[in-house]
Nanobody
Framework: QVQLVESGGGSVQAGGSLSLSCAVS????????MGWFRQVPAKEREGVAS????????YYADSVKGRFTISRDSTKATVYLQMNSLKPEDTGMYYC??????????????WGQGTQVTVSS
C-alpha cells in the first residue's frame, strides 16, 4: 500500500507561481512512477507530469512544458510540482498519483485526495 498527501494549492493571479508537494509513504513507492494530474468539473482528469522515483525519468504534458517542473526528494519521500507562469486554464484540482505509467491516468493505482489550484485573470 502507498499513501499520498498533497499540499500547497491555493489562489494566484495569472503569471504567478505555486508549488505543490506530495508526501509519500508505504512499502513500494520507491520503485514506482509518480504523477501529477488535474481535473476540472465536467472534464476528464488529465496528466500534467510524471517522474520515476528511482531513476528520475520525467514526462510533461505539452500544455505545461517550460512552465512546470516535477521533482522528487528521496530523503523526504516527497514529490514536488513547481508551477510558474500560471494561466487561468491551469485551474483545477491537482492530484498526486503513484504506480502508473507516464501520463496514463487509468494505469495509476494510488491517488491522493487532491489540492485545489485557482488561477485568476
Amino acid at each position: 500500500q502507498v499513501q499520498l498527501v498533497e499540499s500547497g494549492g491555493g489562489s494566484v493571479q495569472a503569471g504567478g507561481s505555486l508549488s505543490l508537494s506530495c508526501a509519500v509513504s508505504g512499502d513500494t513507492y520507491r520503485r514506482m512512477i509518480m504523477g501529477w494530474f488535474r481535473q476540472v468539473p465536467a472534464k476528464e482528469r488529465e496528466g500534467v507530469a510524471s517522474i520515476s522515483f528511482s531513476y528520475g525519468d520525467i514526462y510533461y504534458a505539452d500544455s505545461v512544458k517550460g512552465r512546470f517542473t516535477i521533482s522528487r526528494d528521496s530523503t523526504k519521500a516527497t514529490v514536488y510540482l513547481q508551477m510558474n507562469s500560471l494561466k487561468p486554464e491551469d485551474t483545477g484540482m491537482y492530484y498526486c498519483a503513484a504506480g502508473g505509467v507516464g501520463l496514463i491516468k487509468n494505469s495509476y493505482n494510488y491517488w491522493g485526495q487532491g489540492t485545489q489550484v485557482t488561477v485568476s485573470s
